[in-house]
């Protein structure tokens, strides 16, 4: 588009050269009419190729604004899904009943935690406040609730995809956190071990 614009303003602005030349010879005796068409001329072809100029950006600008407005409607569609979505619970089976957390620390579940953490999870996370690969765990039972981190690392695939903090994160790590199989034991011991690095 835009060289294509380009060539029509070398195309009118060489015609109008030529055209100055032509006027030049008609009338090289009469030196005030000569400039007079010279700078009229001259004005034609700025105008022109100004106008060119301008059309040729406009049009790529309102090509955006309609593509700013096609991707509003998928991103609006985004928005709609994680609608029935809880932040606070994230998706999965657990809920906060479940897991009936007293304040109180099982030391022995919480080292069968750290084996499991230690073959599973260490690559990624680190139990301070640093990051890896992911996140570092430092306060993560404060940033989020127990039954949240429950679904998550049972199965963190839906919640990468609804889940706003997630999705912050893995702007951040560029990497998805992939899901690790865990299965309910598993979990919940790996729960005491953050529960315990958080105390
Ligand atoms: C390949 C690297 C990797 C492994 C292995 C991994 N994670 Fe993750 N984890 C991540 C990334 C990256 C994130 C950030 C979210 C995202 O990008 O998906 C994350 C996020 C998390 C979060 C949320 C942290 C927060 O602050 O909200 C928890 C909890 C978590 N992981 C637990 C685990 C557990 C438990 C294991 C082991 C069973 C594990 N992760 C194994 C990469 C990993």
Partial sequence: MFIFCMIIIMCTNLTLMTNV??????????????LYQMKKLIVIGFVASLLFIMSCGESPKSDNNT????????????????????????????????????????????????GIVGVKCASCHKMTDEKLVGPGWKGVTTRRTPEWIMNFISNPDPMIEKDPAVQAQLELCLVRMPNQGLNDDEARNILEYMLKNDK
């Fill in 21 to 34: 030349i032509n006027k030049r010879r008609q009338y090289k005796d009469l030196c005030t009419i000569k």
């Fill in 67 to 114: 593509s700013e407005t096609n991707s509003e409607s998928p991103k609006s569609m985004l928005n709609e899904k994680p609608e029935g979505y809880d932040p606070k619970r994230g998706e999965g089976k657990y809920t906060a009943e479940m897991l009936k957390l007293d304040g109180t620390i099982d030391d022995a579940k919480a080292k069968t935690g750290e």
